[in-house]
Nanobody
């Protein structure tokens, strides 16, 4: 069942920018950790960026310096600012939320997150 809702996906040319948003009930954000994942056809879902209440944001090497994850606590909205997009960034992007006690065991593992959105497609043309 979908607990979070992503938005902001679309098609863009290489070098362009997009800003993804993720919203949901307060109990999902109260879990303590949130992250963005992406999945390409035929591959495993991988973590792009993560943010927690007691840790600085982390990024996959492939997006470091280009993507920025942020959380607006007042609005309860998670964002992913994506700049200088590349064709290899093309994927279905998901937001997720989980408890620190679980996420700390493996931030990159989807099994450690309790809530997910249905995904928003990002397509980057060359």
């Amino acid at each position: 069942q979908v607990q979070l809702v992503e938005s902001g996906g679309g098609s863009v040319q290489a070098g362009g920018s997009l800003r993804l948003s993720c919203a949901g009930p307060q109990y999902t954000y109260n879990q303590g950790c949130m992250a963005w994942f992406r999945q390409v056809l035929g591959k495993e879902r991988e973590m792009v960026a993560g943010i927690g209440v007691n840790a600085r944001p982390t990024y996959d090497d492939s997006v470091k310096g280009r993507f920025t994850i942020s959380l607006d606590n007042a609005k309860g909205t998670l964002y992913l600012q994506m700049n200088n997009l590349k064709p290899e960034d093309t994927a279905l992007y998901y937001c997720a939320a989980g408890r620190p006690s679980r996420v700390s065991l493996g931030p990159h593992l989807t099994q450690n997150y309790d809530y997910w959105g249905q995904g928003t497609q990002v397509t980057v043309a060359s």
